[in-house]
């Protein structure tokens, strides 16, 4: 595992004024080549992608193939990009593409399902059926992880407005995020009792800490209600069951069985539980009061989409569906949208 950023020249880039981050010393930035679940810097990617295969792995990426997997809702012409970008730049000898649902379905062995993913990025309702992701019915939303990150570090400062909480490092922000927030499943409840709260302490060091107290249910919240971030979208719960709603009815129940979650931002404690509750009361709502949703939950699922590829990369059967150098040389970075549709 490595960050997702990569180091470029300062000055061969613009760079916002001050912006967290990204001006470093001796005349270098750090550049975020996805944003959002998409490709938003091909250079800085492929900066990124060379020091994962030769200084991460150490190894010659002219001697593997690669399985990258992409974003529900990115574009398809980026796929061909990523096509160029392995076999011109990195000459790699085949290349796989999947969508990161199919992939996190693939790690609980199903192919058949609806993938509810959130992640530091993007959030996606996926259905997926014998393997193929359905388009039209793919809903995603923009509040993730980092969305999350920067709402806690607001909370933060304007409930310890005398510790100047703004210069507090993104990763100090990240632990206390990961390390003391959950999802309340009475959200408006536990609001107004402050007798719920759950208080903790997170020392800094120089004799100074903070204390939390709603803080720590109110940072995840915006997942499900994105209005506290003043966005008009609806929540995670609502986009899930949009996804099953628009399934045709014959295959709604057999996807509802086994919803699947994935992403880093699934793992707050108590977000499982109230995302069931909160998926099975919309199907009460808009009268699906027979749909049973069952969430597939495992404790690995920060890594599902990278475990999923793994294990369809190591079938014998998945072999044959490698796009191949000799391919990609004869029927250029166009023939991923027949090869990998």
């Known amino acids: 595992m490595l960050k997702s950023s990569s180091l470029v020249p300062s ?19 750090r550049a975020h080549p996805i944003k959002h679940g998409v490709v938003v810097d091909w250079e800085a990617l492929e900066g990124l992608w060379e020091r994962l295969l030769v200084g991460g792995l150490r190894v010659c990426p002219d001697q593997w193939p690669v399985l990258v997997s992409d974003s529900p809702s990115a574009p398809p012409g980026g796929r ?6 392995l076999f011109e730049t990195l000459a790699v000898p085949a290349c796989h593409m999947a969508s990161t649902a ?22 996606h309702a996926t259905p997926i059926y014998a393997g193929h992701s359905w388009q039209e019915a793919t809903f995603r939303q923009e509040v993730a992880g980092s969305s999350l990150s920067r709402y806690l570090r607001e909370l933060l400062v304007a409930a310890c407005p005398d510790l100047q909480l703004h ?29 719920r709260h759950q208080p903790a302490s997170f020392f800094l060091g120089s004799g100074r800490s ?20 003043s966005l008009t979208e609806p929540g995670l719960p609502a986009l899930a069951f949009r996804a099953l709603q628009k399934v045709p009815a ?60 793994s294990m369809a990369a190591s079938l014998s059967s998945f072999q044959r569906r490698w796009m191949t150098r000799a391919m990609y040389q004869e029927y250029g970075s166009k023939l991923v949208h027949e090869v990998f549709n």
Request: charged residues 20%.
């Open 11 to 29: 000055w061969d880039r613009p760079v916002l004024p001050g912006a967290p981050g990204c001006e470093l010393a001796g005349g270098v930035a």
């Open 80 to 85: 061909e990009r990523v096509a160029e970008l």
């Open 102 to 123: 199919l992939l996190a379905l693939c790690s609980t062995g199903a192919l058949s399902g609806l993938a509810v993913e959130a992640g530091a990025g993007v959030c």
């Open 167 to 195: 210069s507090l490092p993104r990763k100090a922000i990240t632990q206390l995020k990961k390390r003391y927030c959950y999802v309340s499943l009475d959200f408006e409840g536990d609001l107004r009792n402050p007798a």
């Open 210 to 229: 903070i204390h939390l107290s709603s803080e720590r249910f109110r940072c995840p919240e915006p997942i499900f209600q994105p209005r506290l971030l």
């Open 250 to 309: 014959t295959l709604r129940k057999r996807l509802a069985d086994t919803v699947v979650l994935a992403g880093g931002s699934t793992l707050f404690p108590g977000f499982t539980e109230r995302l069931d509750m909160e998926l099975e009361a919309q199907c009460r709502r808009h009268g699906y009061g027979a749909l049973k949703p069952r969430l597939v939950a495992t404790p690995g699922r920060a890594t599902a989409v990278w475990t999923g590829g």
